[in-house]
């Protein structure tokens, strides 16, 4: 085993997979230098054909993926934040996720959208979203969540790999955790939740950043309550039978998520859990999501974004 930082678990996964496959290349916004570090040294390696840097227009660098996909490459297409889905809307939402459907499964879109996501550093509305829901919203793109570095290699390897289109958010703020990685090559399949913590007393369901306020709110509680935490790691697919495993043994469910309440993850969620595990439920669903507004810069970002403190709340309140 090495250890790597998280960024550096995704840098080696691109690096591994440009290796292996010479159809994969990068596009985006200055991704030979990589502000956010996961395509530091790839253009020295590769080459600026196959680490190609475009003019700032969302929409042009993802309608250049989605066509050199449809055309039998694998791009990964970097669209610096997670935010800017949404300036790539068409060509991520009604081109990529709609091709094979479109094309009666003669053409694939095998593309993966990256960007940095979520809160932590008072970057304001258009640059701290985890725009989950949104990406869900449209049958045929995946959508991969990882919250260590073992399972951001792991899951870039995957989503690369797969021949669908497959949005790909990390989290700025686990940037510089670091975690053991494997020598040998390893891939994580996409639709594997993980149990980060066994527990008893009630599920938590969280993803990216907000496993880390579950494994901490845990660790508070554990001489009181045990917590089980699962990590669905990709959210389409879904591991649905790992979580319910989990819910019909603990009998109560904390979901915490960093996209919106209203019309979110959590809602989404807890609505099948309902449908499929209502009997087993010993407590209403708690959800521990963003707040229903734009997300606030600098200090009043806090009052936004959920916080460890209402995670440990949620979880004494649905046990009580």
Sequence with gaps: MKKLNYWQAISEALAEEMERDETVFIIGENVQQGPFMITNGLVQR??????????????????????????????????????????????????????????????????????????????????????????????????????TPYDAKGLMKSAIRDNNPVCFFYHKKLMGMVGEIPEDEYIIPLGQADVKRAGSDVTVIATLYMVHHALAAAEQLKDRISVEVIDPRSLEPLDMPTILDSVKKTNRVVIVDEDTERCGVAAELGQQIMEQAFDYLDAPITRVCAANMPIAGAALEKYCIPQLSQVVSAITSVVA
């Design 46 to 147: 590769f080459g600026p054909e196959r680490v190609m840097d475009a003019p700032l227009s969302e929409l042009a660098i993802a309608g250049a993926a989605v066509g050199a996909a449809c055309a039998g490459f694998r791009p990964v297409c970097d669209l610096t934040f997670a935010d800017f889905v949404y300036c790539a809307a068409d060509e991520i939402l009604l081109k990529a996720a709609n091709a094979s459907f479109a094309h009666n499964g003669k053409v694939n879109a095998p593309c993966v959208f990256i960007g940095v996501a979520g809160g932590g550093f008072g970057t304001g509305p258009e640059h701290s979203h985890v725009p989950s829901a949104m990406v869900l919203n449209n049958p045929g793109l995946k959508l991969v969540l990882p919250s």
